[in-house]
């Protein structure tokens, strides 16, 4: 008889990639502080554009323009980066919307949510089945939603739309053939002409806020690399390691962004708050001790 195989080793590249990665998205709100002089629209505009500049030099690098080309010319991955780049764009400024009217504990609802409706979204887009485990997961987060939508429906639409547009952005990217840097190029290419147009229509107004004062203008510029380098680095994470343990890692940012909103910003918890998360929470280690149990589970030889 065969000895059982010792467990594959965790690659700690793509351990420090993902946590990297997570670690910038929780931290985000404290990068977008700085820049309240700056209306959602302008700080997601200068997130695209600066991100452009930054990905198309890291194609120059690796010589991948050639890449970039067959995506354009997908006419079928065309039409469905520019929906996922839509969704990407809502998502971004749904968030700094957020952000800057001090609803950060609204932000990380929609992102500890985000989980479950990729489960639910899963089942009904691509005809998956869930287990009773993962069934009674996304029932628990869909009682604390009703429970928030009772008592505190104020901020709830942040919530929801982080958590479907992201879901759908990333339900998108999964089914479009176009690799993550290409992808994220030609997200970025398409949603530039409105990025200038906006960004013109302010300066116009003169309601810029990019060249008012040296902190608010580099930290525009910078919106780039803290838009890009964590897409990056995930995407070089999710090479590397299972998608299981991905899986469990995801919810770091959205754990860093609820501390950041009860402990330094000081945004109050209110009894809704507290069953919804204890209910999404709840969802959510379910699901992960569903998947968990099925990746224990030995399989037929």
């Known amino acids: ?13 793509g351990l420090a990639q993902a946590i990297a990665a997570y670690g910038i998205w929780g931290m985000l709100p404290l990068f977008f502080l700085p820049l309240a002089a700056a209306s959602a629209g302008e700080v997601v505009a200068s997130r695209i554009l600066w991100s ?7 194609l120059g690098l690796r010589a991948r323009f050639g890449r970039l080309r067959a995506a354009f010319a997908d006419r079928r991955a065309l039409v469905m980066l520019a929906a996922s780049a839509t969704c990407i ?6 968030y700094i919307w957020a952000v800057q009217h001090g609803q950060v504990l609204a932000a990380s609802l929609g992102y500890f949510l985000n989980p479950l409706v990729n489960v639910a979204l899963g089942m009904i887009v691509l005809k998956e089945r869930l287990s009773r485990v993962q069934a009674a997961a996304v029932g628990l987060a869909a009682i604390g939603v009703l429970v928030l939508a009772v008592q505190a429906a104020g901020a709830l639409w942040i919530s929801l739309g982080l958590a479907f547009s992201f879901a759908f952005y ?7 053939a176009v690799e993550s840097l290409e992808g994220l190029t030609v997200e970025t290419i398409l949603l530039t002409p409105p990025s200038i ?3 013109a229509w302010l300066g116009a107004g003169g309601a810029l806020a990019f060249g ?6 580099l930290f ?7 838009t890009a380098v964590p897409l990056l680095l995930f995407a070089a994470a999710a090479r590397r390691l299972p998608y299981s343990m991905l899986g469990l890692l995801q919810y770091l940012a959205p754990t860093l962004q609820f501390l950041l909103a009860v402990l330094v910003l000081g945004e109050t918890m209110t009894t809704a708050h507290i069953v919804c998360f204890a209910c999404i929470w ?3 280690l379910l699901y992960v001790a569903g998947n968990l149990g099925e990746l224990r589970r030995p399989r037929p030889a």
């Open 197 to 199: 147009a906006w960004l």
């Open 170 to 176: 990333g339900l998108i990217r999964k089914l479009v």
């Open 212 to 217: 008012t004062t040296d902190i608010v203008t």
């Open 220 to 226: 525009l510029i910078l919106s780039g690399v803290v």
């Open 89 to 94: 764009a809502i998502n971004w400024l749904i």
């Open 282 to 284: 709840s969802g959510l």
């Open 52 to 58: 452009l500049a930054l990905l198309l030099a890291i």
């Open 1 to 13: 008889m065969r000895a059982p195989a010792a467990p594959a080793a965790i690659d700690r590249t």
